[in-house]
């Protein structure tokens, strides 16, 4: 008879909640999962995607070997070529003509050395993340307040709040278990609820107060937030005078707005908006919470920055129950960002302005290669890519083919590009088919590194189960690729723990002493042992020389910048520039389905989670239905200036008349119908580069 083998704690494979797991295999050879009850994050719930992940499991699509030319070879030939294929281009080209397009899926291991290799060694800063497309705004409108990419308070502040502001956040659907910590906080404290969302959304169901935006005005929501708190003298001016600077110009932008303009703008009734003002202004326990409908805009990091303006006028940044705070879509998008995995920084938090920060580097990795200026984000990439400048592209855990805006332009890309090496621990998606070089790589449950949620919370992946086929590590395909390229010293680690202690020692490498010290300080961990980090307990940073964890940022009122005094920024309010037209008459909404992920290489293989939706939809209002002669589960075919894709009708009034929405699961692989990446443009934030998948105009015609 089979032994049951003893509980392993990990973390989900999927959301920035970050939940704790752990697994046992039982009698019958199966893996067992289950919540665990000692993660701070979830206290031992879980949503259904994670309960479900043992099913995820399977050989199914799985790649098993390297291959070149979609011939199998040995690890020894891929690598070889892999390196030979870059180190030529290079040679021939320079180190801009290869780019690296990585993932928040990525573990900080295997984040922190693709990074190192690109930036610190073959010399591009040409290496960007699929975060560019869920977070970018939140960090670069941190970076504009705080002085580095913080995310100031904790879940736990979801519970201690009077107030909680749910704003471009299905938080119901896309962060399943915050969602039930608030709905349960909601019922022991009378918690206020404000969803902020063009649509009637699930989280509606916990709402006191729903305000259906007008897509794209949330900057004139919130500057009118801002001028109702000063004309009402509910700002906070001795925490304004003693911690903060600018806000003579934030308060110009945002008084330039009457209530009635506001109400206009936003679509949002003057009495409505007056409810939401007066519940922020008399409630000092308030937390913003944002997500993708405040970042995925052309002024997305406008919009987070007049969130925070409002938080700073009222000094509710970093206190118990009172912050602005970004939810990350991904499972690792914020140790991405802690290592450096966006084009527009450098490792550790550490920046392309100051010279100090790019010395300290330069010596800590002992290259003389390190970029001095920011790369190209993920849509400058594919374009250069499409013009032929970047000859080679290393794709990483990731699926741009599907997920980036103009899905199609993006194809015809990689199709033309003479070196497209793509590591993934699947077999066969929209990327791969494009790929010249296949290097499997381990999967969740496979792997073991370090992942950050949302709330800076370090938490262990570790191996569950034996790995599948000839697959390894992300970390050690990296840095086998990096030693065959001539850089055998600085990339000879031995194991993950090693990796991670060299991030620990970057942070602690760290604050000169006349210049504010960098928020993120891992230097209590610098000396954890390769079994210490096998046995990590989950623990937020900054985690400074004494070893103490701290949940919350800036309680103190000093910020990371170099007179230790957070920023408003003007936020003057833009009309959207994409607006439906004659042509294309409705305005396209997307996001997320509650039992889905990405593009569905994982959860599409769980039969019992498409028992939620089964097949690519378009929501539409009753009186569009009307107009358009369409019934529900009818076939149509949905146009915009950059594609078409096919739907199937779903007629609600959870949408607006004249607005549709599409979930962004589907894809050319999964659905022979399309993807909805085929509709959307490349419009995006001029100062994050993040796309705005939250608004395209469309057209639709029956089948
Ligand atoms: Fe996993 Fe997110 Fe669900 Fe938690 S909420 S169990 S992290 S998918």
Excluded at 55 to 64: A, G, H
Excluded at 149 to 168: F, H, P
């Amino acid at each position: 008879m089979n032994k049951k083998s003893s509980w392993e704690k990990s973390t989900c494979a999927y959301c920035g909640v970050g939940c704790g797991i752990k697994s046992r295999f039982n009698n019958d050879g199966q893996l067992e999962i289950k919540g665990d009850e000692q993660h701070p994050t979830n206290k031992g719930k879980l949503c259904a995607k994670a309960l479900t992940l043992s099913e995820t499991l399977t050989t199914n699509n799985r790649m098993l070997t390297p291959q070149i030319l979609n011939k199998p070879v040995s690890w020894n030939q891929a690598l070889n070529e892999t390196a030979n294929q870059l180190q030529n281009i290079i040679d021939s080209y320079g180190p801009d003509a290869v780019a690296f397009y990585v993932s928040g899926q990525l573990l900080t291991e295997d984040y922190y050395v693709i990074n190192k290799l690109a930036k610190g060694f073959v010399g591009t800063a040409n290496i960007d993340t699929n975060s560019r497309l869920c977070m970018s705004s939140a960090v670069a409108g941190h970076q504009r307040a705080f002085g580095e990419d913080c995310v100031a308070g904790c879940y736990d502040d979801l519970e201690a709040a009077e107030v909680v502001i749910l704003t471009g956040s299905n938080l119901a659907w896309c962060h399943p278990v915050l969602f039930q910590r608030l709905k349960q906080a909601q019922q022991q404290h009378n918690t206020k609820i404000v969803v902020i969302d063009p649509r009637h959304t699930a989280s509606c169901e916990i709402a006191d107060l729903h305000l259906s935006i007008t897509p794209g005005s949330d900057v004139a929501l919130f500057n009118g937030l801002l001028s109702y708190l000063h004309t009402n003298d509910y700002v906070d001016q001795h925490y304004i005078d003693a911690h903060t600077n600018n806000i003579t110009a934030a308060l110009t932008t945002a008084t330039a707005l009457d209530l009635q303009q506001v109400s206009q703008l936003t679509g949002i009734n003057e009495q409505q908006l007056h409810t939401f003002y007066q519940l922020f202004a008399t409630h000092s326990r308030t937390v913003t919470l944002y997500s993708q409908g405040v970042n995925q805009s052309v002024s997305g990091t406008d919009k987070v920055n007049a969130i925070i303006n409002c938080h700073l006028a009222t000094g509710r940044i970093g206190k118990v129950g009172a912050s602005a705070f970004s939810i990350t879509g991904q499972p690792n998008a914020m140790g991405g960002r802690e290592v450096g995995g966006l084009a527009t920084t450098l490792a550790a938090h550490l920046s392309f302005e100051r010279h100090d920060h790019w010395q300290l580097l330069s010596d800590f990795w002992q290259t003389d290669k390190l970029v001095t200026k920011p790369g190209l984000k993920a849509v400058d990439m594919f374009d250069t890519i499409a013009n032929g400048s970047i000859k080679a592209v290393w794709i990483i855990a990731t699926n741009p083919a599907a997920s980036l805006p103009n899905s199609n332009k993006i194809n015809q890309a990689l199709a033309q590009c003479p070196c497209v090496i793509v590591s993934d621990c699947v077999d066969n998606n929209d990327t791969l088919r494009h790929a010249t070089i296949k290097l499997p790589a381990q999967g969740w449950s496979e792997k073991s590194g370090t992942v950050t949620n949302s709330e800076r919370c370090i938490s262990r992946q570790r191996r569950l189960v034996p790995t599948q086929g000839e697959a390894k590590p992300d970390w050690w395909i990296i840095t086998q690729v990096a030693q065959r390229m001539g850089f055998e010293r600085q990339f000879n680690y031995i194991n993950e723990a090693q990796i991670f202690a060299e991030h620990v020692a970057l942070t602690a490498t760290n604050n000169h002493p006349t210049q504010s010290p960098r928020l993120l300080n891992l230097s209590g961990l610098r000396h954890l042992t390769a079994n210490d980090y096998d046995h990590l307990l989950p623990q937020q940073w900054p985690i400074n020389s004494d070893g103490i964890s701290h949940q919350r940022l800036f309680s103190d009122g000093i910020f990371p910048t170099q007179d230790g005094r957070a920023c408003f920024i003007a936020t003057p309010y833009r009309p959207a520039i994409t607006q439906a037209s004659a042509d294309y008459p409705l305005l396209l909404n997307t996001g997320r389905i509650r039992d889905q992920w990405h593009t569905m290489t994982r959860t599409g293989l769980v039969a019992s989670l498409a028992d939620h939706i089964q097949q690519p939809f378009i929501s539409i209002h009753p009186t569009d239905a009307n107009h358009y002669q369409v019934i529900n589960n009818q076939l149509v075919t949905v146009t915009s200036h950059y594609g078409e894709a096919i739907f199937r009708v779903r007629i609600t009034t959870d949408v607006k008349p004249q607005q549709v929405f599409i979930a962004i699961h589907w894809t050319q692989q999964t659905s022979s119908a399309g993807s909805v990446c085929a509709l959307i443009g490349e419009q995006r934030d001029p100062i994050s580069g993040q796309p705005q998948y939250k608004a395209a105009a469309v057209q639709l015609s029956p089948l």
